[in-house]
């Protein structure tokens, strides 16, 4: 029988439960076939929404619900989402990358920044973005200074995602499968954006359109897909289920290059913990560089009294 903490909560006890409530990142799929399931599941759903919006562009119909141009219909509301769930992989990585120990730079807030560049996609399918912000300043200044043709609006934003994007594919750079869709993104942002100022023009018209759009689909898509694949990427790694990279110094024992060593931190250490000591003879004492073997007696300790402090 459980025990119940007598100062807890009437309604819930002791609150035990909460420590096995599924968090966040186990939302990400782990195995293959469930990452491929999901990222064709996705792609299906863009390109039946792409093939109806082609459908009623070609009938010549109105259909408000499936034209991909305007907003409220169920492409961007569908889009909304996906770009939304972009930004909460864009939280997960922030969350476990931010534990990570050798990044002694801070390299890990881009994806902070990711979230918001997410977050502002989203919030661009669901209203005009920029004809909003174009507006407002419209009316603040009683002057109208960023016109529909205006290059000024899409040169911030294209700074500010080259900037964000840039820093990304860096990161990345550890998961290629991550690189390669984020690039792929990158290409398709460019078509869409070469399509919507006329500097890429095809004939007929409706197919200039379904151009554009399936330009500006295939890039969200690619960008959310490079988050899940990246968040599985570090969620993995953190829980030492990926494969080591082999020691780039051929001299090192054998032996001794397949003992994993956990490069991350996913544990709550209290803060007042003393920080780590190095091994007698080695660290404060010593005014010189290391050797290869008190590199490797001081990284064992370190290691040890790591998992000392975590078991307690």
């Not at 529909?148 to 290629?176: E, H, K, N, Q």
């Not at 010189?288 to 990284?299: D, G, I, M, S």
């Amino acid at each position: 029988m459980p025990t119940f903490d007598p100062n807890s909560s009437q309604p819930y006890g002791d609150a035990a439960f909460l420590d096995r409530q599924l968090r966040l990142r186990e939302l990400i799929p782990r195995g293959p076939v469930g990452l491929i399931f999901l990222l064709t599941t996705v792609a299906a759903a863009l390109a039946l929404f792409e093939a109806s919006y082609g459908w009623t562009l070609h009938r010549g119909a109105t259909v408000p619900s499936l034209d991909l141009s305007a907003k409220g219909s169920l492409g961007g509301w569908f889009l909304s989402l996906m770009l939304l769930s972009a930004t909460a992989a864009s939280l997960v990585i922030y969350s476990v990358r931010r534990h990570r120990l050798d990044d002694r730079h801070g390299r890990f807030r881009i994806w902070l920044w990711a979230a918001v560049i997410s977050f502002l996609l989203a919030a661009n399918e669901a209203v005009h973005l920029g004809g909003t912000i174009r507006d407002l300043i419209g009316v603040f200044h009683g002057v109208t200074l960023l016109d529909d043709r205006s290059i000024w609006w899409p040169l911030l934003y294209g700074v500010l995602t080259i900037t964000v994007g840039s820093r990304m594919a860096f990161d990345m750079r550890g998961c290629r499968a991550s690189g390669v869709l984020l690039l792929l993104a990158a290409v398709a942002y460019s078509f869409a954006v070469a399509g919507r100022w006329g500097w890429i023009a095809i004939q007929p018209n409706d197919a200039n359109v379904l151009l554009r759009s399936g330009c500006e689909l295939s890039g969200h898509w690619a960008f959310w897909a490079s988050l899940v694949v990246f968040a599985r990427h570090v969620t993995m790694d953190a829980e030492g289920l990926l494969p080591r990279p082999p020691a780039s110094d051929p001299d090192e024992d054998t032996a001794d290059d397949q003992k994993p060593v956990n490069t991350w931190n996913l544990f709550h250490r209290s803060h007042d913990a003393s920080p780590p000591t190095a091994p007698s003879g080695i660290g404060s004492t010593v005014q010189r560089k290391l050797t290869k073997a008190e590199k490797k007696a001081l990284k064992e300790r370190l290691l040890r009294d790591r998992a000392a402090r975590e078991s307690r």
